[in-house]
């Protein structure tokens, strides 16, 4: 398969607990990574050709600032794009926030990619994302910022909030992880109806990404590379991730073979799994799936972070 861009977890920590989280994390969220594991991550990043992108997410990276400015020197060394994703929690002021941005420029980071709407509360409240904007800008850091909408009519982001004309990506919620148990979410699809995965385009409007052809993975603090939060392909802590990546069979995968086949519906069919009537989407019922068959399945149904187990 071909793989683009890599996000590394930095941790699972965050000083948030969102409810629409899908790794669950937490103020109290184990799995963070060394500065030795983000060392040896980026040199078997290298070694995959087709990766033009890093990019640095948690949790919250900037809670990890001295691992976060080293992974960016040398992503950038390596000639990677770069990009870190914040709820810009650190941008208390202008001023503030270009104490932390001037010294991750200075080392080479592309792009920044706030989150703000309702789900993130405080942290990322439109002041703050606005502060880190203009920042940003001061300093010569390209800027965007993503919002998640909900489940009701109304949107959850600030609809008055004014982010200075950045670029505003918004997504749907999708109930997977902590999401899953969100008091919001309105269960009115039939089960029988959720025979595909309908998030094929999770990487761009282009619909590059698929669980057959993710064109990006996620690799965490555990090791764990996966193509959808939980869905693991291999370990790089055991297997190196070119490998892991050039002997990706999806077809062969015991749950991404029944994804691609018949969707989250397959597998309650094809394990004969207790289920519900109706779910929220599609995300749902597979994850509620993924959920019941880990102990069957380990090492691919990984972290036991993201299934909100400690």
């Given at each position: ?70 992974g960016v020197r040398e992503a950038n060394y390596l ?51 606005s502060n880190a904007i203009k920042a940003a800008r ?17 949107e959850c982001s600030d609809p008055k909030a004014n ?148």
């Open positions: 398969m071909r793989v683009d861009e890599v996000h590394l977890l930095l941790s699972y920590q965050c000083i948030s607990e969102c409810g629409h989280c899908f790794v669950w994390s937490s103020p109290w969220a184990e799995g963070h990574m060394s500065l030795s594991q983000l060392h040896s991550a980026l040199n078997a990043i290298r070694e995959v050709e087709t990766v033009k992108s890093v990019l640095f997410e948690g949790g919250e990276p900037f809670l990890f600032y001295p691992i976060l400015l080293s000639k990677f794009l770069t990009c870190v994703l914040s709820n810009g929690y650190w941008a208390t002021s202008v001023e503030n926030a270009k104490e932390f941005l001037i010294p991750i420029r200075d080392v080479g980071l592309d792009h920044l990619q706030l989150s703000s709407d309702y789900y993130h509360g405080i942290a990322s409240e439109p002041t703050r994302v001061q300093v010569g850091i390209s800027v965007g910022v993503s919002s998640a909408l909900g489940f009701t009519p109304a982010f200075g004309g950045a670029k505003r990506e918004r997504w749907n919620v999708m109930c997977r992880g902590r999401a899953s148990t969100l008091e919001t979410r309105v269960c009115d699809k039939q089960c029988d109806s959720l025979v595909e995965c309908p998030y094929k385009n999770l990487a761009d409007p282009q619909g590059s990404y698929s669980l057959a052809e993710p064109g990006r993975v996620h690799w965490d603090p555990y090791g764990y590379v996966y193509v959808c939060q939980g869905l693991a392909i291999g370990n790089a802590n055991i297997t190196p991730l070119y490998k892991i990546i050039n002997e990706y069979d999806p077809e062969r995968h015991p749950i991404i073979g029944p994804l691609l086949r018949g969707g989250p519906k397959a597998l309650v069919d094809d394990f004969h799994l207790p289920h519900d009537h109706v779910y929220a989407d599609a995300c749902h019922l597979c994850y509620d799936a993924r959920s019941r068959l880990r102990k069957e399945f380990p090492g691919l149904l990984a972290p036991a972070q993201v299934y909100g187990v400690e």
